[in-house]
């Protein structure tokens, strides 16, 4: 068995660059076996789910203060941590606002991700880590 990758990011501007990264993650993992790696469908959740977090950790977080990722044989392991302390919530549907504009992000990934724990950080902020994504 071949030992994970594990990999500590520099912190991504965009939910785009937080992408590449994580294709980057798995190329290296499986460089010449596309067999071998993930499911196309797999890789294409663990995109979705890189990209809300770090679209909430930007637009509701203060920004990312920090990415880390490790695939290994149960799955891709990400945190993301953010500058604010406000937890994750999803927005309430009322009968006067039964399509409010946003929380997709947070429901959608806690579908896509076996395990979500937000841990608050010291001195501040939160990590979001998310495990497995098979």
Known sequence: MRPPVRSRFAIPRSASEARCLIEDLVRARFPAHRDAGPAAERVADML???SELVTNAIRHG???AGL???LDADGLR???R???DALPFVTPRTPEDPVPVGGYGW???RRLASEVHVTPCPGGGKEIRVAPCP
């Open 82 to 84: 953010d500058h604010s």
């Open 68 to 70: 880390w990722a490790a």
């Open 107 to 109: 429901p959608m990934i």
């Open 48 to 50: 979705l789910v890189i």
């Open 78 to 80: 990400l945190a993301v």
């Open 62 to 64: 203060g920004g990312v």
